[in-house]
C-alpha cells in the first residue's frame, strides 16, 4: 500500500514540475519574442505579423513596447520580425519536446 501511495506523490510532483517547466519555458519564449527593429522594441505575435502583412503603403508608424511611434519599413520589419519570430517558435518547439521526453521518463 505504501509504495502504491509512493508512487503516486512521484507521479504528481513530476507532473507539478512539468507544469512548471513549461510555464518557465514559455516566460523565456514570450521574452525571446523581443525583437528591435530602428531604435524600437517589438513583441512579435501573429498579430503583428499579420497587421504589418496586410497594412497596404510601404511605411508605416508601428508603436513598440515601450508606447513610442516607430516608423517602420514594411517589408523590411515584416521579413525580420518572421524570422525572428520563426527561429523563437522553433526553440521553443524543440525545448517543449524535451520537456516532455523528460517527464515521460
Do not use: C
Request: no cysteine; hydrophobic share 35%.
Amino acid at each position: 500500500m505504501t509504495d502504491t501511495i509512493q508512487d503516486l506523490v512521484a507521479q504528481v510532483r513530476q507532473s507539478t514540475d512539468y507544469q512548471i517547466n513549461k510555464r518557465i519555458l514559455k516566460e523565456k519564449i514570450v521574452t525571446d519574442l523581443h525583437m528591435t527593429y530602428r531604435n524600437g522594441m517589438f513583441l512579435i505575435t501573429p498579430t503583428v505579423l499579420s497587421f504589418v502583412a496586410t497594412w497596404p503603403d510601404s511605411t508605416l508608424y508601428l508603436e513598440d513596447t515601450y508606447e513610442n511611434p516607430i516608423e517602420i519599413d514594411r517589408d523590411e520589419f515584416l521579413l525580420q520580425a518572421r524570422q525572428h519570430y520563426q527561429t523563437a517558435m522553433n526553440v521553443w518547439h524543440q525545448q517543449h519536446e524535451e520537456l516532455k521526453r523528460t517527464r515521460k521518463v
